[in-house]
């Protein structure tokens, strides 16, 4: 009797600790794919996501996803990242479509090209100061192409202005980020 308890006991520990070790996102940034970002914007969860579309050799090449780590790294928060390279425009058009608020006036959300935005319930903000991350940008900046810098570790004062701002938005709105 006392050996089926401890085991009882035991097993239960081990689901408690497998279950809370996979619930929470660690801080800087976490890759998810599209079909968990969907999962995540369904559930009407609130927090920061970066989205771009770029091969994996630019993104590698220009340490994006380092800069963007090593940015919440230090302010010690959480955001999520997806790799839009190779989803239909179509369903990126309505992702943004079903996702951007009524305020937006027509002006709705593009996932291959608006870089760092706030989801708040599920919907994504409009957030005053914008962390762009056109394909373009990317791509030069992997091949250090004329005009471009040669790494994003040398575009952090844009990636950390783009991060107070919409830290500084949700704090201001009473937004409280879920993970």
Same mark, same amino acid.
């Given at each position: 009797m006392k050996r089926n308890g401890l085991i009882g006991i035991m097993l239960l520990s081990l689901v408690l600790i497998i279950t809370a070790c996979g619930s929470k996102a660690e801080i800087g940034m976490n890759e998810? $794919?599209? &079909?968990?970002? %969907?999962k &995540?914007?369904?559930? /009407? %969860?609130s927090f920061l996501l970066v989205t771009f579309a770029a091969s994996e050799d630019e993104v590698e090449e220009s340490e994006l996803v380092e800069a963007f780590d090593q940015a919440f790294n230090e302010k010690e928060k959480t955001a999520f990242y997806v790799n839009?390279?190779?989803e239909s425009q /179509?369903?990126?058009?309505?992702l943004g479509e079903e996702h951007s608020p009524p305020e937006y006036?027509?002006?709705?959300?593009?996932p291959k090209d608006d870089g760092l935005v706030l989801i708040q319930d599920g919907g994504v903000m409009k957030n005053p100061r914008e962390t762009l991350?056109?394909?373009?940008?990317? &791509?030069?900046?992997?091949?250090? %192409? %004329?005009?471009?810098?040669g790494s994003f570790f040398e575009y952090m004062d844009d990636i950390d202005?783009?991060?107070?701002?919409?830290? $500084?938005?949700?704090?201001?709105?009473?937004i409280e980020l879920t993970y």
């Open positions: 998810i $794919d599209m &079909k968990e970002l %969907e &995540k914007l369904e559930n /009407e %969860e839009v390279d190779g /179509e369903a990126l058009d309505q006036d027509g002006d709705t959300w593009e991350l056109g394909q373009s940008l990317i &791509k030069g900046t992997a091949n250090d %192409e %004329e005009g471009y810098e202005a783009g991060i107070d701002s919409a830290l $500084d938005f949700a704090d201001r709105n009473d």
